[in-house]
């Protein structure tokens, strides 16, 4: 799939009016990981595939004032530059695989953008995430373990009544390693989306082969419970003098 595709099927989707209410205790339990991450209001923060900011505003609304955002999305982007306004330091439009932006103390990237259509081993969006860290940077990742697919799994309907009511009918399988999303937006079908489901040691691997460093002693298991939809994930680009050590070893 090109960007140019998968921009498509986010675009698509712009057209929910999501206002971060269906979602808030998922947002919370976030938010109490990222206070425990990154204490200082100054850490620089960046929120990869921000979609329409929500997250971004409620980082803005804990009192962070070095965020931004990326998302391949134009229209998803559009939302979160009303969304946010003057709160957020940049909004970019781009894939984060190709970004040149850096040094950033803090990368969060929530709900599936890891595996969205990509190869089973695809390394492209974790190595651009390394490459905007500082070192010893952390990273906050959800993805689509197996529980949280299976979780996923079934029809939905839901009614989004920010601005003027939308139905959003959702129909979710798992087929072949892939967790398929088919949506209709006021009964109009959107390009359906797909997440590749990412075992634990899969996931480990692919990060140490990107440059980070799985951090197991950081998984909060009661977080991980607010989170029943997505697997989480925290990793760390190590130093350089953590390099050399492991090197010496
Ligand atoms: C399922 S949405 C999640 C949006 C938001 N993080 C949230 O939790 O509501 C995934 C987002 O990731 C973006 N995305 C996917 N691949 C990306 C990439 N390689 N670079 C930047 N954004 C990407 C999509 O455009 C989409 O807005």
Redesign the pocket.
């Known amino acids: 799939m090109t960007?140019v595709d998968?921009?498509g099927?986010?675009d698509a989707?712009a057209a929910i009016p999501?206002d971060g209410s269906t979602n808030r205790g998922e947002i919370e339990a976030t938010l109490a990981l990222v206070r425990a991450l990154a204490p200082s209001l100054d850490t620089t923060i960046l929120?990869?595939?921000?979609?329409?900011g929500?997250?971004l505003s409620a980082l803005a609304g804990e009192g962070y004032r070095r965020i931004s955002g990326?998302?391949?999305?134009a229209k998803?982007l559009h939302l979160a530059e009303r969304h946010c306004g003057d709160t957020v330091t940049n909004l970019i439009l781009?894939?984060?695989?190709t970004s040149t932006i850096g040094d950033f103390e803090l990368v969060t990237?929530?709900?599936?953008?890891l595996g969205?259509f990509g190869p089973p081993d695809d390394q492209?969006?974790l190595k651009?995430i390394q490459g905007v860290l500082k070192p010893g940077g952390r990273l906050l990742l959800t993805y689509v373990g197996p529980d949280a697919a299976r979780r996923r799994a079934g029809e939905y309907r839901v009614r989004y009544s920010a601005g003027s009511p939308v139905e959003v009918c959702s129909q979710v399988h798992i087929q072949s390693g892939w967790l398929i999303i088919c949506q209709t937006i006021d009964g109009r079908p959107v390009p359906e989306?797909r997440i590749r489901i990412i075992e634990a040691p899969i996931l480990k691997r692919m990060l140490s082969r990107a440059g980070l460093e799985f951090d197991a002693a950081a998984v909060m298991t009661e977080i991980a419970t607010a989170l029943p939809f997505v697997s989480l994930a925290l990793a760390t680009r190590p130093t350089l003098s953590r390099l050399a050590g492991g090197l010496a070893v």
Do not use: K, M, Q, T
Not at 47 to 52: E, I, L, N
Not at 94 to 97: K, N, Q, Y
Not at 109 to 113: D, E, F, G
């Open positions: 960007n998968l921009a099927v986010y989707r999501f929120d990869v595939g921000c979609g329409a929500w997250f990326i998302d391949i999305s998803n781009g894939d984060i695989a990237a929530l709900n599936a953008c969205c492209r969006f651009g989306e």
